[in-house]
């Protein structure tokens, strides 16, 4: 896919490198109301997927369904080869292999920010004390704040908030990160800290799937964007064909109206 | 600017604000001593023209009751019968307080559980009897369980021969040939090496990463050297049995203890539970989706990210309810169970001065609940001291 | 809406049906054991109680009582007066109601007829269903017509006096005088019954469910008056109005209602002069007053505290005076705050009437369902768990409609979320 612009948009199955999430038929019902509907994804290792769309349009419950926060009621979830089922033994060997970042941060205010982070890999990985911590400080110097490890999440920005929870998720070495717009909750200046924390981590080669509404963000590191309205996916692209030469009139509305 | 400040800016009394406060306050203040003096006037003349006293001489008198149950005779003083009532109504509600709480957070976390069956049963318990009138379950735990659907003490239901269940009172096992101060000292030994396993197995858990399940290694502990100490020392264990119209040996349960203990327990159970679903439910949605989302089971999700924060906001009304229980175990009295209350009822059926007398037993009242009030508040500050 | 539809929308019955079982139920290895465990119990249980309710109980014991129980020893002959106050408040009732939702629909803030007559049908048959099915229940207990004419009267004058009341309240308040008459009226009718009923039959002799229901709708309502003044006091920057209030406060809320009550039994005559004899009725709705108001007082206090500063401030700085700025201004909007709460105390003082039967020896509701088993005709037999049943569910069906309807209102409050 370098830089011939056919009829690749509509096929949702185009991916690079070996397949690690696999959505197929995807169906997701609140009631009678159909949040998700007949979604088709494959997401390649290493691939940054950005997903875009009007609010209300199934992106959050996508992602939430990648990692069983949703039960799906139809189709089938693959995450690295296990199939998200009933049992819970896939969902929790699912739920260790990806990392997720809410809107609200959703950090434990009762923990220090350390805690936060070691919590997880203490708990789950049974990782001795002195590791989990050792590794948590060099999280904590990737996303620049190391010297917050004592305080408490109350004391903190949200930026800075936010920075701790990409850390937690990270703590548990996953293979998939999920950001469930990661930004919007946040004050202006304080998004592109956490940005370039994503940035970051993108080129570093983790497999992302983003929910945002940071349009430049999708430009700059997607590999792909998704674009959902309805319960369905629209139409998905590289970012340049994306915003250059969308081919769905759903699609064309969307950006007239942000852009 | 300055020309307010002036002698000229004297405000009248009848104006100034400070004074008119006080005047306010005294005005209130006359008010009030009025009614309590015009009270008091006529507690006065009423109880002189009837020849009753007013003073607290009645707690040397002989009680002139039997307290059955206890160690006590009708010569002793009414002071001494006082001291049983308050310690009955505190071994009742300390012993209450527990099993009401443990029930309640089971029944609580029972509302909240994914499984159907578990949620709707506790859901009819906590919305049936939490509106019941406490004296309704009461009378019937009294009258239609004890009395009536427990067997006669000439069949006394024996299960496995090591309890008994009757309407004149249950027995259970109770140790024997040990003095209760050596039996201190093993549970003071054995709580001090669950400490130290406790301590040691979390400095194993720190180093390796491996669970520490503290709680095993020190309950496995406690309850090891507690049954060889006791053993050591010759004890044995003591049966009871049915003798006659009473059970004898092990360690007698009267029925009307049981029977309140049940009621309130029951009762305060079905508040409790309410306030332990609130306390959870009122934790953010997003605080256990995070927990989920690093792969935390559901007991590591409760145990470590959910109850810590729950705790928090449950102890001011979870004090209530442990106020309300001792507030209401006083009803024990209208079923012959000898706590304060109903001592004072019998000492002041038998001549003592009602007023003095029903004082006292509210200065009891009072005191128990602001004691209580200190250790919620002290628990309060602890959890708070944590969050931030 | 390109292709929501090409697929089968939603995955087939059968299927769902066992998805949900497995979710609900048999999660896991234990989650599957508890769902055996109690649902054994929850299933035994069930048919114990129904096998009880439908087969064993011998309910002759309260259909025999069905008077004592419910007015203890009210005459007779005197019963119509019971039943003309019970149809006049209903239309009391239904005329308050109906002005409220009047006032409402003018302002906006609700519509008159949003849902279609069968959704309001439905919703009242959830709200209210419970009272009617034990009302209903309890007139198939009677043998004569009176009760039933009562209860058609009664539901016709809620009807009737809703509606009528719904269009004064829709109505642009022409005169003032018209609102001053119906707050007047919401005074007077309830106490021109009083002595209607008074009048036949001394306070005294006021006995069985029906002193239950009065004692602690009395107590809420004397009570009212002191608990207000308590939390303002509570609340006051003057240390002497401050102390009184806390002290009393805090000593009434350390005690025990049931030892007050005993108390009230042997002693309230001490301190009232010699000429005035209270009747046990008379303790008891002064004892609950006296409790009560502490309690208010709290609630009172929280709803006082909910008031944002700027209110009084605001108030202050149109220059009302320090009464008015409380009257008019936080008062009014701390007391609508903790509706809920009061109905909660409400609640919790209907069945704590039941200690005055214990405590003074009145004949109420439960003290009759223990008195009637000790008849001759029913003596030995064992019959005190169907009266308690019956007792139990009176109360039971009282307390848990008024908390699901405070619950409602709260929810429409907006309060108690934070």
């Known amino acids: 896919m370098t830089e011939t612009n056919q009829t690749v948009f509509a096929d949702a199955t185009e991916h690079k490198g070996d397949v690690i999430i696999e959505l197929e038929h995807v169906d997701k019902f609140f009631g009678t109301f159909r949040a998700l509907g007949d979604i088709n994804l494959k997401v390649g290792r290493q691939e940054v997927v950005v997903v875009i769309g009007p609010s209300g349009s199934g992106k959050s419950t996508m992602i939430r369904c990648i990692?069983?926060?949703?039960?799906?009621?139809?189709?089938?979830?693959?995450?690295?080869?296990?199939?998200?089922?009933?049992?819970?033994?896939?969902?929790?060997?699912?739920?260790?292999?990806?990392?997720?970042?809410?809107?609200?941060?959703?950090?434990?205010?009762?923990?220090?920010?350390?805690?936060?982070?070691?919590?997880?890999?203490?708990?789950?990985?049974?990782?001795?004390?002195?590791?989990?911590?050792?590794?948590?400080?060099?999280?904590?110097?990737?996303?620049?704040?190391?010297?917050?490890?004592?305080?408490?999440?109350?004391?903190?920005?949200?930026?800075?908030?936010?920075?701790?929870?990409?850390?937690?998720?990270?703590?548990?070495?996953?293979?998939?990160?999920?950001?469930?717009?990661?930004?919007?909750?946040?004050?202006?200046?304080?998004?592109?800290?956490?940005?370039?924390?994503?940035?970051?981590?993108?080129?570093?080669?983790?497999?992302?799937?983003?929910?945002?509404?940071?349009?430049?963000?999708?430009?700059?590191?997607?590999?792909?964007?998704?674009?959902?309205?309805?319960?369905?996916?629209?139409?998905?692209?590289?970012?340049?064909?994306?915003?250059?030469?969308?081919?769905?009139?759903?699609?064309?509305?969307?950006?007239?109206?942000?852009? | 600017m300055t020309t307010t400040a002036g002698p000229s800016a004297r405000i009248p009394f009848y104006r100034d604000v400070r004074v008119l406060k006080w005047v306010f306050q005294v005005g209130v203040f006359a008010v009030v001593a009025a009614v309590?003096?015009?009270?008091?006037?006529?507690?006065?003349?009423?109880?002189?023209?009837?020849?009753?006293?007013?003073?607290?001489?009645?707690?040397?008198?002989?009680?002139?009751?039997?307290?059955?149950?206890?160690?006590?005779?009708?010569?002793?003083?009414?002071?001494?019968?006082?001291?049983?009532?308050?310690?009955?109504?505190?071994?009742?509600?300390?012993?209450?307080?527990?099993?009401?709480?443990?029930?309640?957070?089971?029944?609580?976390?029972?509302?909240?559980?994914?499984?159907?069956?578990?949620?709707?049963?506790?859901?009819?318990?906590?919305?049936?009897?939490?509106?019941?009138?406490?004296?309704?379950?009461?009378?019937?735990?009294v009258l239609g369980l004890v009395l009536q659907a427990f067997p006669r003490i000439e069949d006394a239901w024996t299960p496995f021969g090591w309890l008994v269940f009757s309407n004149r009172g249950m027995g259970l096992p109770w140790y024997q040939e040990v003095s209760g101060l050596s039996l201190l000292v093993l549970f003071a030994f054995g709580i001090g090496g669950w400490w130290a396993l406790a301590r040691w197995r979390h400095a194993v858990s720190d180093r390796t990463g491996a669970p520490a399940r503290s709680g095993l290694y020190g309950g496995t502990f406690l309850v090891i050297s507690v049954v060889t100490g006791w053993l050591v020392l010759g004890g044995r264990i003591d049966l009871p049995t049915v003798d006659g119209p009473r059970v004898t040996g092990g360690i007698g349960v009267d029925p009307s203890f049981f029977a309140v203990l049940v009621a309130l327990v029951v009762y305060t159970a079905s508040h409790i539970a309410e306030i332990v679903r609130g306390s959870i439910q009122a934790i953010p949605k997003g605080q256990g989706e995070a927990a989920s989302a690093l792969a935390l089971s559901g007991f590591q999700r409760m145990w470590n990210v959910i109850l810590p924060q729950a705790m928090r906001i449950?102890?001011?009304?979870?004090?209530?309810?442990?106020?309300?229980?001792?507030?209401?175990?006083?009803?024990a009295a209208g079923f012959a169970y000898f706590d304060i209350t109903n001592v004072t009822q019998i000492t002041v059926g038998n001549g003592s001065p009602a007023v003095p007398a029903f004082t006292l037993a509210l200065m009891f009242y009072v005191a128990l609940s602001l004691i209580t009030s200190v250790f919620v508040n002290i628990a309060n500050r602890r959890f708070k001291l944590v969050e931030r | 809406m390109t292709s929501a539809t090409s697929r089968s929308a939603v995955p087939p019955q059968r299927s769902r049906a066992l998805i949900w079982i497995r979710r609900n139920m048999f999660r896991s290895l234990l989650d599957g054991l508890m769902t055996v465990v109690f649902g054994t119990l929850g299933l035994y249980l069930l048919v114990r109680s129904a096998r009880f309710v439908f087969v064993n109980a011998r309910w002759e014991i309260v259909e025999v009582n069905f008077k004592l129980l419910l007015v203890g020893r009210w005459p007779a002959e005197h019963l119509l007066r019971i039943a003309v106050v019970i149809v006049a408040m209903a239309a009391w009732g239904g005329l308050i109601a109906g002005w409220i939702s009047g006032r409402r629909i003018r302002a906006g803030l609700s519509f008159s007829s949003g849902s279609g007559p069968g959704a309001r049908i439905a919703d009242l048959t959830r709200r209210f269903g419970l009272i009617f099915g034990s009302v209903v229940l309890m007139l198939l207990l009677t043998d004569t017509a009176g009760p039933w004419l009562m209860v058609a009267g009664a539901v016709v004058a809620t009807v009737l006096s809703l509606m009528a009341g719904r269009w004064l309240g829709k109505r642009p308040t022409g005169s003032p005088w018209l609102t001053r008459g119906l707050f007047l009226l919401v005074f007077l009718v309830p106490l021109v019954l009083y002595f209607y009923m008074v009048d036949a039959v001394p306070l005294a002799d006021w006995e069985?469910?029906?002193?239950?229901?009065?004692?602690?709708?009395?107590?809420?309502?004397?009570?009212?008056?002191?608990?207000?003044?308590?939390?303002?006091?509570?609340?006051?920057?003057?240390?002497?109005?401050?102390?009184?209030?806390?002290?009393?406060?805090?000593?009434?809320?350390?005690?025990?209602?049931?030892?007050?009550?005993?108390?009230?039994?042997?002693?309230?005559?001490?301190?009232?002069?010699?000429?005035?004899?209270?009747?046990?009725?008379?303790?008891?709705?002064?004892?609950?007053?006296?409790?009560?108001?502490?309690?208010?007082?709290?609630?009172v206090r929280g709803g006082l505290q909910s008031v944002p500063r700027g209110q009084e401030e605001a108030a202050k700085s149109l220059g009302l005076s320090p009464f008015k700025q409380t009257a008019l201004i936080v008062l009014p909007q701390a007391l609508r705050n903790v509706i809920p709460a009061q109905i909660g105390q409400f609640i919790s003082l209907f069945k704590d009437t039941t200690l005055a039967g214990l405590a003074l020896g009145i004949l109420d509701l439960l003290d009759g369902a223990r008195v009637v088993t000790q008849q001759p005709d029913f003596r030995g037999l064992g019959l005190i768990i169907e009266t308690l049943v019956f007792a139990g569910f009176l109360f039971w069906v009282g307390s848990f409609t008024m908390s699901r309807e405070s619950q409602r209102l709260e929810r429409r409050l907006g309060v108690g979320t934070r």
Not at chain 1, 124 to 151: C, G, H, N, T, W
Not at chain 2, 314 to 331: E, M
């Open chain 1, 67 to 259: 990692n069983r926060l949703e039960a799906h009621d139809a189709g089938r979830i693959l995450v690295d080869g296990i199939e998200l089922s009933e049992d819970v033994k896939n969902i929790q060997e699912i739920r260790r292999e990806t990392g997720m970042v809410f809107q609200q941060f959703n950090l434990f205010p009762h923990l220090s920010v350390m805690d936060n982070i070691t919590l997880a890999p203490r708990q789950v990985r049974r990782v001795p004390k002195r590791e989990a911590e050792e590794q948590a400080m060099s999280l904590l110097e990737r996303v620049k704040i190391p010297e917050q490890a004592k305080k408490y999440p109350g004391q903190l920005s949200g930026g800075q908030q936010q920075r701790v929870a990409i850390a937690r998720s990270l703590a548990m070495n996953p293979k998939v990160m999920l950001f469930d717009e990661p930004t919007s909750a946040l004050d202006p200046e304080m998004i592109g800290e956490v940005l370039d924390v994503m940035k970051d981590l993108a080129r570093g080669g983790m497999t992302m799937i983003v929910v945002t509404h940071e349009m430049s963000f999708a430009r700059e590191v997607a590999d792909r964007v998704v674009f959902m309205a309805d319960g369905q996916i629209v139409e998905v692209g590289t970012p340049e064909h994306f915003f250059h030469n969308p081919q769905e009139e759903r699609t064309k509305l969307f950006l007239s109206q942000i852009l």
């Open chain 2, 36 to 141: 309590l003096y015009w009270l008091w006037g006529n507690y006065r003349v009423n109880t002189e023209s009837s020849g009753i006293p007013t003073s607290f001489d009645f707690l040397g008198q002989p009680t002139n009751f039997d307290i059955p149950g206890a160690d006590f005779s009708p010569q002793e003083r009414v002071q001494n019968a006082y001291v049983i009532g308050l310690l009955n109504t505190i071994r009742v509600s300390v012993v209450g307080i527990v099993l009401a709480t443990i029930l309640g957070i089971l029944i609580g976390i029972g509302r909240l559980s994914s499984n159907w069956v578990v949620s709707k049963l506790s859901t009819v318990y906590v919305e049936m009897v939490r509106n019941l009138p406490l004296l309704v379950i009461l009378t019937f735990v």
């Open chain 2, 314 to 331: 449950a102890i001011p009304p979870l004090g209530n309810q442990y106020l309300n229980l001792i507030k209401n175990s006083s009803l």
């Open chain 3, 208 to 299: 069985g469910f029906l002193f239950n229901v009065l004692a602690a709708a009395a107590g809420i309502l004397l009570c009212f008056p002191l608990g207000v003044l308590l939390a303002l006091g509570r609340r006051s920057e003057l240390p002497l109005l401050k102390a009184i209030s806390v002290v009393y406060i805090e000593l009434v809320r350390g005690s025990p209602l049931f030892v007050l009550l005993l108390l009230a039994n042997v002693s309230l005559e001490f301190f009232v002069p010699a000429a005035v004899a209270p009747s046990k009725v008379v303790r008891a709705v002064v004892t609950f007053t006296v409790f009560t108001a502490a309690y208010l007082a709290e609630i």
